[in-house]
């Protein structure tokens, strides 16, 4: 079993202060999504607390965890090891700190690309990730609003303006974000405009 008292205090010790106040802003927002969706306050917490625990992980231990626990290196994190600190924060998460909980793993490994079919904490931590106080970026506020509304409509509106940068950066998409937004909208039946 794990213990929540010593996963606050091994992370505030492992992440730099800008990470660690962004890790306080993603609990204190999923905390409000999780109280407002109906969601588990035990479960949202643990994720938030672990998502973005290998953040500062070099690249050659990136590498070294993917490899030792069989995964594939996606193309879309191949030349950028860092997008895949999720899955490995939920790897050390089972590792270091006995979270066992398959839907709190799944949350910290998608917080970053989300993925169909998410549950309700997969949800929660995907948008508390992009929308937490210390985010600032256009239209911030008005994704934030249609998250406490509809947690579906928010990861859609939220995804639609992810994939909008990276189209514009020049960046590869990962397919599980576009699976997301698709299903979702299919779920749902509202297209964004
Ligand atoms: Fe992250
Ligand atoms: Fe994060």
Not at 19 to 38: D, N
Not at 76 to 94: D, R
Not at 144 to 155: H, P, T, V, Y
Request: hydrophobic share 45%.
């Amino acid at each position: 079993m794990y213990d929540l008292i010593e996963i606050q205090n091994a992370v505030k010790a492992h992440l730099k202060p800008s990470r660690y106040i962004h890790t306080l802003g993603v609990v204190a927002f999923a905390e409000k999504l999780a109280e407002i969706h109906g969601g588990d306050l035990e479960k949202v917490r643990v994720a938030a607390w672990l998502h973005d625990y290998a953040k500062y992980a070099s690249d050659g231990e990136i590498l070294e965890i993917l490899m030792a626990n069989d995964l594939m290196i996606h193309p879309v994190v191949e030349n950028h090891l860092n997008l895949a600190h999720g899955q490995v924060s939920a790897l050390l998460a089972k590792e270091k700190f006995s979270i066992m909980d398959d839907e709190i793993i799944k949350a910290i490994s998608n917080h970053t690309f989300g993925c169909p079919h998410m549950t309700l904490t997969e949800k929660i931590i995907y948008l508390a990730d992009g929308l937490e106080e210390n985010r600032k970026y256009e239209g911030v506020e008005n994704l934030r609003e249609l998250a406490f509304k509809s947690l579906d409509q928010g990861i859609i509106a939220m995804s639609t303006s992810t994939i909008l940068y990276e189209l514009k950066q020049g960046h590869m998409i990962h397919e599980n974000t576009i699976l997301m937004r698709n299903s979702l909208i299919a779920e749902t039946k509202v297209e964004v405009s």
